[in-house]
């Protein structure tokens, strides 16, 4: 295949692709199979012969569309978004064709410089004080890893990098039990140990308990341990919980401890100035995460990451061989000193054409909608007898169950084989619950609308619902 191909074959994609997204609506929302069914349409072994590209692309229609589960569905209500606009896909393309790796300044000027702006736009758009700087990771766990190791670093003088952690103190590090699993993640690899992870009592209201943060803290330090770090969460991915900011940084920094802020998928609501008091005080952090990836339509991966110093973090991950020196210009900024990978796609590209195609407004349009509907739709649901609203809506995030956890269950399977619309559940309180969040790009209030239609539907049904197909 040579680029004269490629384009003969991108308008067929691009023509395709409009049809997919047309017919979206149309497809179950969750792919309707069992595990296996795709790997038993696919040779034991690759070709020894080139095929044709018509061939390649048949089977490609055949196999893959009808065993996907359509993150771009109207009504994939599921885990939380990964939005894709328009705009973002287009910008993918052409990141595609010039196919770069932007590991240092001078591998991707465009790349390099772009993402310093983007940050700024983002960093002002979320309210963020002037004087943030930040990078773009492909994954918030990415991220958050980089925070951990940074902590782990600066607690133990930069030598953990060198030493390595034998021998070196046992360090803490304190977040509440609704922050995501990345934060665990990120402490196994950092070589801290999960059982250094404190994982603070929380409140009534689901934040992180401050008066037992300092008690721990105080705790931990009077029995030798060597406390480097809190992680607070804004929009938790279970039910959306979010600590209180302000009040957790103000023992933190009393302790001297740097803290990171994990807000993920709430982060890209902050462009609207009503939900910000979800994480107020957040300024004082040293390092805040969100997703763009997530709820502002620019498709995965984007995670952007702010850094009130990036000092620390270039410190614990920047290396400089000569092979990767830019001679004579020690101002310029390469962001592989910033992240673990060395290699790095041009992912501002797509913030460029998403925050440009749809503006800042008709980005907090989406999220008002989203916000507004998913009140409705949990209105709706509250009306139907013997269902609970769980947790009410934490942005467009709420929760709800039966009586008990099986039945709980047994109404989702059947849902997500109706295939209309796609949830998923999570434990709540020892409690099995169904999570609704609705951040669809495509989605209308009719889809949403079609949650309490569809769960009212199915809790009339016998529990012997059609199960997936082979
Ligand atoms: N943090 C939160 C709150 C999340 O909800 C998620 C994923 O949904 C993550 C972190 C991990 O995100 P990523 O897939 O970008 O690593």
Not at 30 to 49: F, H, I, K, N
Not at 226 to 243: K, R
Not at 363 to 378: D, T
Request: charged fraction near 20%.
């Amino acid at each position: 295949m040579d680029h004269d191909d490629l384009n003969h074959w991108s308008k067929w994609a691009a023509d395709w692709a409009r049809d997919y997204h047309a017919t979206l609506g149309e497809r179950p929302v969750r792919a309707p199979l069992v595990p296996g069914a795709v790997a038993r349409q696919l040779p034991e072994m690759a070709p020894e012969m080139p095929e044709d590209m018509a061939a390649i692309l048949a089977d490609f229609e055949r196999i893959v569309p009808g065993a996907m589960t359509h993150w771009q569905h109207p009504r994939f209500f599921a885990y939380f978004p990964a939005n894709a606009a328009p705009a973002s896909m287009l910008a993918e393309q052409l990141v595609n064709a010039m196919a770069c790796n932007a590991l240092i300044w001078q591998t991707s000027p465009a790349a390099t410089e772009m993402e310093q702006v983007m940050v700024q736009w983002l960093r002002a758009a979320l309210g963020l004080p002037e004087g943030f700087v930040g990078t773009i990771h492909d994954s918030a766990t990415n991220a958050t890893l980089s925070a951990v190791l940074t902590m782990r670093e600066v607690a133990l003088g930069h030598q953990g990098n060198i030493t390595g952690l034998a021998g070196a103190g046992r360090l803490r590090i304190y977040a509440s039990a609704q922050t995501h699993s990345s934060v665990d993640k990120a402490i196994r690899v950092a070589g801290i140990g999960q059982d250094n992870l404190v994982k603070v009592a929380t409140e009534a209201s689901l934040s992180m308990d401050p008066a037992v943060l300092d008690r721990l803290i105080r705790a931990d330090l009077a029995a030798g341990f060597v406390p480097a770090g809190v992680i607070l969460c804004t929009g938790g991915t279970s039910v959306g919980a979010c600590d209180r900011i302000a009040d957790c940084i103000a023992v933190a920094k009393a302790h001297g401890l740097p803290v990171h802020v994990d807000a993920a998928w709430a982060g890209s609501a902050m462009i609207c100035d009503e939900f910000r008091h979800l994480w107020a005080g957040v300024e004082d952090a040293d390092s805040i995460v969100f997703n763009p990836h997530k709820w502002l339509g620019a498709q995965f991966d984007c995670s952007v990451q702010f850094l009130r110093d990036p000092g620390p973090q270039v410190r614990t991950l920047g290396l400089r061989p000569s092979y990767l020196e830019t001679a004579g210009r020690e101002e310029i900024v390469n962001f592989n000193e910033w992240t673990v990978p060395l290699g790095r796609r041009f992912r501002a590209l797509k913030l460029w054409f998403v925050l440009r195609a749809h503006g800042l407004e008709g980005l907090r349009g989406m999220i008002r909608n989203h916000v507004a509907w998913a009140q409705e739709a949990c209105q709706a649901l509250q009306g139907l007898a013997g269902l609970q609203i769980v947790t009410g809506p934490a942005l467009s995030l709420f929760t709800f169950a039966l009586k008990d956890d099986a039945a709980t269950a047994a109404l989702l399977e059947r849902i997500n084989n109706d295939g209309r619309i796609y949830l998923t559940q999570t434990q709540h309180k020892g409690r099995f619950v169904i999570r609704v969040q609705v951040g669809s790009l495509a989605c209308t209030r009719d889809d949403v609308m079609m949650i309490p239609q569809v769960v009212a539907a199915m809790m009339m049904m016998p529990d012997c619902a059609a199960g997936p197909q082979g």
